[in-house]
Nanobody
């Protein structure tokens, strides 16, 4: 399995925006659902956005209305637009399958998002 490649993170002030990208292998991308996960220091990994192959999306309350996940099936790429960022969004963001079962890819390096207050 090939690791996904995440990019687009950075340092932003509270209220700012970032757009993350994740390039995945075709074998992973053909799986029903893909998602963005994040891991903040000292916290467990959290699923923050899910998108199915048909384009249905799901978000936890913590990011609903602020984050938007999309996918480009022709490029095997998943995106996440993050608006109205908060300091508590600071984390390393990764993409992978949903759920994390036998089909999942090895974890990539992720992309660091840091939101200053």
């Amino acid at each position: 399995q090939v690791q996904p490649v995440e990019s687009g993170g950075g340092l932003v002030q509270a209220g700012g925006s970032l757009r993350l990208s994740c390039a995945a292998s075709r074998s992973i991308f053909n799986i029903e659902a893909m998602g963005w996960y994040r891991r903040a220091p000292g916290k467990q990994r959290e699923l923050v956005a899910t998108i199915t192959s048909g384009g249905s999306t799901n978000y936890p309350d913590s990011v609903k209305g602020r984050f938007t996940i999309t996918r480009d099936n022709t490029k095997n790429t998943v995106y996440m637009q993050m608006n109205s960022l908060k300091p508590e969004d600071t984390a390393v963001y990764y993409c992978n399958t949903v759920p994390l079962d036998w089909r999942m890819a090895p974890w990539g390096q992720g992309t660091q998002v840091t939101v200053s207050s």
